[in-house]
């Protein structure tokens, strides 16, 4: 399909602007731009029963969290949310309306995880930072209204990754137990060799380029390329995992990789659902203000988690 009138306009306007790419500036400044992007593109605020910023014990200090209540009576199922930025963007106001409209969707308490960036701190620092709020919040849950025996983890682009990972964790550290991982567009490879990867390397918002600034920002070096908790599909064992719901674009370097992840985990007989939607781009599933399929994907993804909440 060609791409959506929205997204084309978006890109056309970005294009024209001349902003350097991400790839092209250090990680101080291009976060700076980053959520100066993010900020122009914000045009409401949801509302949610209750939004609250709060510290939690982490592997090398405190780690900061917001935790998102809906309206009704708990306990509510609970989702720890890590936002997406390559491990070097973002924080807890960068992916906040994404979290509100998951809450109000989905029922469920939100966490959302101001985890470790890099250059900073790198592999395994997000990733344990990650693990360890999943923990706390199975742990703590009911101190918040939730359940922390419905408990999921998701997260977007270096997200899904972290989500990935800690649903590895998870299982292979003895929990806490997941019902769901929800994974949009995930970063799962660092050789970012796949075909989408080198089809749509440039204008498409996320290019090849900015993939290798960040994995090599996020990365120590060549023994964490093999790291499963760094790098999702080096695993050695697909089995046990929790199930999945796998949202990919078809405009997305990352498209490939994620369904490639996908296909490993069925093949493994973990219960999933993969799902490629057209004429967008990475980044798209917080435009739900703007794109239809934006809109497609919340309901999917909320529909996923309310019934892995059931089970």
């Not at 605020?45 to 014990?57: G, N, Q, S």
């Not at 973990?270 to 917080?286: A, M």
Request: aromatic residues 8%; proline residues 7%; charged residues 20%.
């Amino acid at each position: 399909m060609p791409l959506d009138p929205v997204v084309k306009a978006m890109l056309d306007q970005m294009a024209a602007s001349g902003a350097p790419p991400l790839s092209g500036l250090p990680p101080v400044q291009a976060r700076e731009s980053f959520n100066t992007m993010i900020a122009a593109m914000r045009t409401t605020t949801t509302l949610v029963a209750r939004c609250e910023d709060r510290v939690i014990p982490g592997p090398a200090g405190e780690i900061a969290v917001r935790v998102y209540t809906p309206e009704g009576n708990g306990p509510f199922p609970v989702l720890v949310f890590f936002h997406g930025g390559g491990w070097v963007l973002g924080n807890l106001d960068s992916h906040d309306e994404t979290c509100r409209i998951l809450t109000n969707a989905t029922g469920a308490l939100t966490i959302a995880v101001d985890y470790r960036l890099a250059p900073e701190h790198k592999f395994p620092a997000a990733a344990e930072d990650c693990y360890a709020a999943a923990k706390w919040a199975a742990e703590n849950a009911s101190s918040l209204g939730g359940d922390g025996g419905r408990l999921a983890v998701g997260g977007d682009s270096a997200g899904g990754n972290l989500s990935a990972a800690v649903a590895q964790m998870a299982r292979d550290r003895g929990g806490p137990h997941l019902c769901h991982q929800l994974l949009l567009y995930p970063a799962i490879d660092p050789a970012c060799d796949t075909r989408s990867q080198k089809a749509l390397a440039e204008g498409y918002l996320l290019s090849r380029a900015d993939m290798f600034w960040f994995w090599n920002h996020y990365l120590r070096g060549e023994q964490d390329r093999a790291n499963p908790y760094a790098n999702p599909a080096r695993a050695q064992n697909f089995r046990g995992l929790a199930p999945a719901t796998v949202i990919t674009a078809e405009f997305d370097p990352l498209r490939d990789e994620g369904e490639a992840y996908a296909a490993r985990m069925r093949e493994a007989g973990v219960p999933l659902v993969c799902t490629r939607y057209d004429g967008v781009i990475h980044g798209f599933f917080g435009m739900s203000a703007v794109l239809e399929q934006a809109r497609q994907a919340v309901a999917q993804a909320a529909d996923r988690l309310r019934e892995s909440f059931k089970a």
